[in-house]
């Protein structure tokens, strides 16, 4: 399925834990398929800098010390869709995170003719996902990331890319710290799990595998969605 095939919006969202690799698999999708990858945080940022009435609004309310309602999102995700990069379709990333909100998004696409047409979740074993996470580290210079497991420099202490010799670890890859967020996401998540499962819009992806084959199992959700 190439984007010129393509006839309608696509919508997505890619449910999943951190490290699950929904980032890198939203950038194959966006461009494979031509969607565009919406970020929530990126979003609110962007409303209030360009200076719209929803980003005004979002502007007081951040200046407040307060959560942005899910009225101001949806009014801000609202003038994003209108604008053309998006005709192919969307990745949401970050919303929604309730049933309220995922009520409220069904609303808003429907008022455009449009609807989630799959809620993707990248299903992951929580133990495999600790090992995954917690052996991660990366080179203090050019960012190049290793595995203590998967992914070694060739050269022991040197980084294959640039050489360097300093490597670090983000805080929060720990074992422990990995496990509660792992908790945490199922806790909070399973409640869209179920909403997107009873309107037929779930899908599960063994996510565990090779990137690729991850990629062409996703592919093949998208072509199925936009044919249909």
């Known amino acids: 399925m190439s984007t010129e095939t393509m006839t309608r919006p696509v919508n997505l969202i890619l449910l ?13 999708l966006e461009e494979k398929f031509g969607l565009v ?12 800098a360009a200076g719209t009435e929803a ?6 309310v951040m200046e407040k010390g307060e959560l942005v309602s899910d009225e101001i999102v949806i009014a ?13 379709g969307t990745i949401l990333d970050g919303f929604p995170r309730t049933e309220a ?6 609303t808003l696409l429907a008022d455009r003719g449009q609807k989630i047409d799959a809620a993707i979740s990248l299903e992951v074993d929580d133990e495999a996902m600790v090992a995954r996470v917690s052996g991660r580290y990366t080179c203090a210079a050019c960012g190049e990331g290793y595995h203590d497991e998967f992914k070694q420099p060739a050269t022991a202490g040197t980084c294959d890319k640039c050489q360097g010799t300093e490597f670090k670890r983000r805080a929060d890859d720990n074992a422990e710290t990995v496990r509660t967020r792992l908790s945490a ?10 909403y997107y499962a009873a309107r037929d ?27 249909g």
């Not at 980032?23 to 194959?28: E, F, H, P, Y």
């Not at 990858?37 to 209030?48: F, K, Y």
């Not at 992806?205 to 084959?213: Q, S």
């Open 185 to 194: 996401y199922h806790a909070q998540t399973a409640p869209l799990i179920s």
């Open 37 to 48: 990858q919406l970020s929530t945080g990126d979003l609110l940022r962007e409303a209030v």
């Open 55 to 60: 980003g005004k609004a979002a502007k007081a």
């Open 101 to 106: 909100q995922a009520a409220a998004l069904d």
């Open 16 to 28: 999943g834990p951190p490290g699950a690799g929904k980032g890198t698999q939203a950038r194959m």
């Open 76 to 88: 801000i995700l609202s003038d994003r869709l209108d604008q053309p990069d998006v005709t192919k």
């Open 201 to 227: 819009a779930l899908t599960r992806v063994p996510a565990m595998g090779d990137i690729n084959e991850i990629a062409a199992d996703l592919g093949k959700i998208v072509g199925g969605v936009t044919e």
